[in-house]
């Protein structure tokens, strides 16, 4: 559970209340559940989570566009599941285009279904040969009399093959660049779209779609044509403090773990925790989360309160704290040692889990350049 104590700056009343609560329902009914071993068991729990997530109203952050209450949750369940943690994230990223840019007619189409949990949805914008460089997008979307018809390729997709909903950012004009980037609802049975799995790691679902001339309505465009490149870059803008919330759930678990072994374990006729090295990671760790915390709820915090853009806020939380949490399960994998390598121990899941976090949703380096650039105007 976050520490209420330090940020109750950035938090309004019903925050730490919210708060307590999810970390009850999550020790309860989250952290409880079987740790899945392999990509389909991962895929099969992801929609479980989902309709968990759901029937106890534990997405409602997001559609109230409470990004300090998605970051509140989104720490809680990564403390206890990367999988729930990705699960909620995934909502959220599936579903704020719609809220920022959807018609009155989407809205009611999709929103409903999306909060009940009955659909799931995902977001594709990275490509073979455009993952930073989103501008660089080769999927293509021409118009034929009321449909568009897409051609192209996603990859590394979370959700792919087990969402209803695809937002799908694609090029109506080749010849505008970033300009001519436009954003479509995909219903996963659309025709012409395929999926093939992805393996990572850690169990997540992930995979390919590949869109052969694939069709969708023309009322199926979010937003109006050419501006998808916009819509999408600020819905990352916008969940971007999240994925450093998550971060700081999977170093306060670190943390905890290494605090228990180090007070139980011996070795040299005392206590790890009597050692100093072993003094100095746990506090660089705390430190580290400590900072990290701050960073990323004053971030949500500015963007609540009205700030239009968070661009720099939202940088500087998720690359420290992306990063701080890779420090902080390492030297936690460190303090376990040999235990903690095992596949069925937690800090070896964290390790897994953590490191794609310094990769989605803009690298740590695309992260620096961006601070770089808002310092330089």
């Known amino acids: 559970m976050p520490d209420g104590r330090l940020i109750r700056?950035?938090?309004?009343?019903?925050?730490?209340?919210?708060?307590?609560?999810?970390?009850?329902?999550?020790?309860?009914?989250?952290?409880?559940?079987?740790?899945?071993?392999?990509?389909?068991?991962?895929?099969?729990?992801?929609?479980?989570?989902?309709?968990?997530?759901?029937?106890?109203?534990?997405?409602?952050?997001?559609?109230?566009?409470?990004?300090?209450?998605?970051?509140?949750?989104?720490?809680?369940?990564?403390?206890?599941?990367?999988?729930?943690?990705?699960?909620?994230?995934?909502?959220?990223?599936?579903?704020?285009?719609?809220?920022?840019?959807?018609?009155?007619a989407q809205k009611e189409r999709w929103l409903k279904s999306i909060a009940g949990g009955e659909v799931m949805t995902a977001f594709a914008m990275t490509e073979p040969d455009a993952g930073s460089d989103v501008a660089g997008?080769?999927?293509?979307?021409?118009?034929?009399?009321?449909?568009?018809?897409?051609?192209?390729?996603?990859?590394?997709?979370?959700?792919?093959?087990?969402?209803?909903l695809y937002i799908v950012f694609a090029s109506t004009d080749r010849t505008k660049g970033s300009k001519g980037i436009s954003a479509f609802l995909m219903p996963a049975d659309a025709k012409g779209l395929r999926f093939t799995p992805q393996v990572l790691s850690a169990p997540h679902p992930l995979g390919e779609l590949t869109f052969d001339g694939c069709r969708v309505s023309a009322d199926a465009m979010l937003g109006t044509q050419g501006k998808g490149y916009g819509l999408g870059l600020a819905a990352l803008d916008r969940l971007r403090p999240t994925v450093a919330a998550a971060a700081c759930g999977m170093a306060a678990r670190a943390l905890a773990e290494a605090l228990a072994h180090v007070k139980q374990r011996e070795q040299f006729g005392k206590p790890l925790a009597q050692f100093q090295l072993v003094q100095q990671k746990l506090a660089r760790m705390a430190t580290g989360l400590a900072a990290a915390r701050l960073l990323t709820y004053r971030a949500a915090f500015e963007k609540d309160k009205g700030q239009d853009r968070i661009t720099s806020e939202a940088a500087m939380a998720k690359s420290f704290a992306t990063e701080m949490a890779q420090q902080a399960v390492d030297d936690a994998v460190q303090l376990i040692g040999g235990r903690g390598v095992l596949a069925d121990h937690p800090v070896d899941r964290l390790y897994r889990a953590v490191r794609a976090l310094r990769i989605y949703e803009g690298t740590t380096e695309i992260q620096q350049l961006i601070i770089a650039g808002e310092l330089l105007k």
């Open 137 to 164: 997008i080769a999927t293509t979307a021409r118009r034929d009399g009321q449909d568009y018809v897409l051609d192209g390729a996603k990859t590394l997709i979370s959700n792919a093959g087990i969402a209803d």
């Open 9 to 104: 700056t950035f938090l309004e009343p019903h925050h730490p209340v919210m708060a307590e609560r999810a970390a009850a329902f999550v020790s309860e009914e989250v952290a409880t559940r079987p740790q899945c071993t392999d990509d389909l068991s991962a895929r099969t729990e992801a929609r479980a989570l989902l309709g968990l997530l759901a029937r106890n109203g534990w997405l409602q952050p997001i559609f109230a566009l409470d990004l300090r209450g998605c970051c509140l949750m989104r720490e809680t369940l990564a403390e206890a599941s990367p999988l729930a943690d990705a699960v909620f994230a995934l909502q959220g990223l599936g579903t704020t285009p719609i809220l920022l840019g959807g018609s009155d």
